[in-house]
T-cell receptor, first 116, second 114 residues
C-alpha cells in the first residue's frame, strides 16, 4: 500500500511570495489533515477535510493560507503572501475509521519551507 | 483545555541503558485516545501506539513498553536496552474525538550514544 505522498519536499522562497504544497493521501482515506511543524515544536493542525468538506480550520490563518480538496482525494495548501514565521515543515496526514488502524493518522514525509 | 506536556526536552543515554519518556495530558473528555509517534532525522512521523481511555492495560512490544495511568493523566514510554537506531524525537499526542485532530506535545529528543 502506497503511503501519503507530498511534493515538493523542499521549497525556499522570499517573503511576500506565494507557495503551494500538494498532498495525495492513502487510497480510500476519507480524512485528510494538514499540520504545521515549526522547528523544535510538535505539529499543529491547520485544517482537516472529510472527503471534500472542511471539518476544522479553526487554526488556519485565513488571511494568507488557503486549502482545497476539490474531488475528495488529493489536496493543495497555499500560502499567499508568505511571512518569515511561515518557515516550517508542512505535514499531510490521512486516516480512515475502518479496519484495525481505525483513526490512526498516517503521515507523509513533509514539505520543508524556508522563507527568506 | 486539551493539552499534552512532555517536560523532557532532550535525553541522552548510552546504548543498552533503559530510558523513560514522560507524557502528561489534560482533557475534559471521558473518551479520548493517546498516541506516541517517532520522528527520525528523515522527518517522517512514524506511529508507535494508540491507547483509548477505557483501556488502562500496559502494553509491551519488543523493547518498547507503555504505562498508562488515568489517575495521574500520564502515558509514559519506556525503551529497554536502547540502541543507536532509537535516536529520534518522540511525540506524545492526544485525540479527544474520534477522527479528529491530534494535539501534540513539544517532543522529547532522544540521543543514544554507542
Amino acid at each position: 500500500e502506497a503511503g501519503v505522498a507530498q511534493s515538493p519536499r523542499y521549497k525556499i522562497i522570499e517573503k511576500r511570495q506565494s507557495v503551494a504544497f500538494w498532498c495525495n493521501p492513502i487510497s480510500g482515506h476519507a480524512t485528510l489533515y494538514w499540520y504545521q511543524q515549526i522547528l523544535g515544536q510538535g505539529p499543529k493542525l491547520l485544517i482537516q477535510f472529510q472527503n471534500n468538506g472542511v471539518v476544522d480550520d479553526s487554526q488556519l490563518p485565513k488571511d494568507r493560507f488557503s486549502a482545497e480538496r476539490l474531488k475528495g482525494v488529493d489536496s493543495t495548501l497555499k500560502i499567499q503572501p508568505a511571512k518569515l514565521e511561515d518557515s516550517a515543515v508542512y505535514l499531510c496526514a490521512s486516516s480512515s475509521p475502518l479496519g484495525l488502524a481505525g483513526y490512526e493518522q498516517f503521515f507523509g514525509p513533509g514539505t520543508r519551507l524556508t522563507v527568506l | 483545555a486539551q493539552k499534552v506536556t512532555q517536560a523532557q526536552t532532550e535525553i541522552s543515554v548510552v546504548e543498552k541503558e533503559d530510558v523513560t519518556l514522560d507524557c502528561v495530558y489534560e482533557t475534559r473528555d471521558t473518551t479520548y485516545y493517546l498516541f506516541w509517534y517517532k520522528q527520525p532525522p528523515s522527518g517522517e512521523l512514524v506511529f508507535l501506539i494508540r491507547r483509548n481511555s477505557f483501556d488502562e492495560q500496559n502494553e509491551i512490544s519488543g523493547r518498547y513498553s507503555w504505562n498508562f495511568q488515568k489517575s495521574t493523566s500520564s502515558f509514559n514510554f519506556t525503551i529497554t536496552a536502547s540502541q543507536v537506531v532509537d535516536s529520534a524525537v518522540y511525540f506524545c499526542a492526544l485525540m479527544y474525538n474520534q477522527g479528529g485532530k491530534l494535539i501534540f506535545g513539544q517532543g522529547t529528543e532522544l540521543s543514544v550514544k554507542p
